[in-house]
C-alpha cells in the first residue's frame, strides 16, 4: 500500500524546519541486509526464546550454547552489507549537526556504513567484555574474529569466561548511552524506525521525545504499540522510505 503524498510533504515540511532531528531504530532496518530480526517471522525469537538465551542466567547456565548463539549471529551479520537506509542516515548525519541516530542493533552495519557516534543502547555483537569484570581488563574490548577463535572465549586479561558486550534482559543499559539517548530525544522531530517497539526503556525515548513536543514519525511496514502515539506513521520499509525523505529534504 503505497504512502500517501501528503503524509510524506507533511514529514518532509517538518524535517526542513527542524533544528534537530533524532532517529531510534531497530531490526527492521537491517532486515534489507539479510540480518533476521528478533519477532518476525522467520525472527531469532522464534527459534530460540530470549529467556533462554538473552539473559545472564542462560550464561551462567550455558555459556557455551549461548556463545554458538552469538558466535552463529556474528557469521551471519558478517556476511551481510549495509543496506540503503543506513547509507541514507549516515549521509544526513554526514552533512552536519542536527541528526542523531539512537539504536537497538549490536550488528555494527550503522557503523560500517560511515555512521559516526551512533548512541549504542544495546552494545555490539563486536565487542566482548570479561564476565568476572577482572580488575586487568577494559569495560570491553573489539573482537571482530568471524567464525570464533575458540568457544566459549576467554578474557586475554584473567583467562576467565568473556561474554558478549552485549545488554541482556533484566540487565542495566549503560548509563552514559542512556543520558545521551535522554538529550537525544529532546529534539524537533523523533523518528522510530524499524522497531517493534516492546523493549524497555529503548521504546520510551519516543514517549520522551513527545513529551518534550516533539513531532514524531513511525516508519515500519507493520503497525505497532506506539503507532497510536505518533503523529505520522508511514506503513514502509525504511530503506525505500528514508531515501525518498531525505530526497525530499536534500535534493541534489
Ligand atoms: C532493563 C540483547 C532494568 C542483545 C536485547 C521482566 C523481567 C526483566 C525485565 C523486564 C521484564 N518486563 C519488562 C522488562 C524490561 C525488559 C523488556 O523491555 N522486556 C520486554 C521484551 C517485555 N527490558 C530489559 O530487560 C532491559 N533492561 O530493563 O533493566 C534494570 C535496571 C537497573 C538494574 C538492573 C536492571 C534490557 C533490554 C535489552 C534486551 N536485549 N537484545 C542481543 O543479543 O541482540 S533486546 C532485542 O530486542 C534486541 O536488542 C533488539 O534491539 C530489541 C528490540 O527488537 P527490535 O529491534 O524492535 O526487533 P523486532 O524483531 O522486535 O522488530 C523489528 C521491527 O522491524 C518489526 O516491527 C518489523 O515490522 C519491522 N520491520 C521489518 N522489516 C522492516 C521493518 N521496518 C522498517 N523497514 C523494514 N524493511
Ligand atoms: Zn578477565
Not at 533462554?52 to 556474528?74: G, K
Request: hydrophobic share 45%; aromatic share 8%.
Amino acid at each position: 500500500m503505497p504512502v500517501e503524498r501528503d503524509a510524506l510533504d507533511q514529514v518532509v515540511a517538518r524535517l526542513r524546519s527542524a533544528k534537530s532531528v533524532t532517529v531510534l531504530t531497530g531490526a527492521g532496518v537491517s532486515a534489507a541486509s539479510g540480518v533476521p530480526t528478533f519477532r518476525g517471522p522467520e525472527g531469532l525469537w522464534r527459534s530460540f526464546k530470549p529467556e533462554d538465551l538473552a539473559t545472564p542466567q542462560a550464561f551462567r547456565r550455558d555459556p557455551e550454547l549461548v556463545w554458538e548463539w552469538y558466535d552463529w549471529r556474528r557469521q551471519r551479520v558478517a556476511a551481510c552489507l549495509p543496506n540503503r537506509a543506513h547509507e541514507v542516515l549516515a549521509a544526513w548525519a554526514a552533512r552536519g549537526p542536527g541528526l542523531t541516530v539512537i539504536t537497538q542493533n549490536v550488528d555494527g552495519l550503522h557503523e560500517r556504513a560511515g555512521l559516526v557516534d551512533v548512541i549504542r543502547l544495546h552494545g555490539s555483537l563486536w565487542e566482548l567484555s570479561c564476565w568476572s569484570h577482572c580488575r586487568q581488563s577494559p569495560e570491553s574490548w573489539r573482537d571482530e574474529s568471524v567464525p570464533l577463535v575458540q568457544i566459549p572465549p576467554a578474557c586475554p586479561w584473567c583467562h576467565g569466561l568473556a561474554r558478549p558486550a552485549v545488554v541482556w534482559f533484566g540487565e542495566a543499559l549503560d548509563p552514559g548511552q542512556v543520558a545521551r539517548a535522554d538529550a537525544a530525544a529532546r529534539c524537533d522531530v523523533f523518528m522510530v524506525v524499524g522497531t517493534s517497539s516492546v523493549v524497555y526503556p529503548a521504546a520510551g525515548f519516543l514517549d520522551l521525545a513527545r513529551a518534550h513536543g516533539a513531532f514524531t514519525v513511525e516508519i515500519n511496514p507493520d503497525e505497532t504499540p506506539v503507532t497510536s502515539r505518533v503523529d505520522v506513521a508511514l506503513r514502509a520499509p525504511a530503506e525505500t522510505i528514508l531515501d525518498t525523505l531525505v530526497t525530499g529534504l536534500h535534493p541534489s
